[in-house]
């Protein structure tokens, strides 16, 4: 019997120590990111060399100033080789035998006094017209805004003050 009150103790210390949220759900939304798809991307370019399609975040996922979006290209060579969807993180170069480039990427601007939060995906080559359609036509991108916080500019130059920002004596 005195074999299992040991790891019987242990194992309710463990339990009770662990937590779910600062605020009680068991669901820790404020903390988790949130994912959307936009499909048939189409790029069109008036200088030759790039494209821009502006993305709309739908009105279900809030954005903060302090969130990052990560943007995700659909690869449809791998999806067709794996069998199911295969995406690739921006920003994604293509080099061609000819000595020419393709480039997705992307960037993104937050207004705080409109609360406003813009994407652009871009499509850039050195001959946008030489692109064929499997790069221009059709696209699928995954966006997902990953919540954060900035993080304080705290003066790490003394140690004292160090040990009394971690609460340390």
Known sequence: MRKFILPLIAFTCIL?????DDNGDFIDTDTIGQTFEIGNVDFF???GFSAAVNVIVPNTIEVFESDVPLVFVLDPDATAANGVD???????????????FAQYRFNFIFDNATGIFDLDIILESDDFDALSTGFTQNQ?????????E????????????VLSLLNLD
């Open 16 to 20: 009770l120590s662990c937590s779910d």
């Open 45 to 47: 370019t008036n200088d």
């Open 86 to 100: 295969v995406f690739e993180p921006l920003p994604r170069t293509f080099f061609f035998n000819n000595g020419g």
């Open 140 to 148: 699928v991108f995954r966006i997902v805004i990953v919540p954060s």
């Open 150 to 161: 900035f993080a304080q500019n705290n003066d790490t130059s003394n140690l004292g003050d």
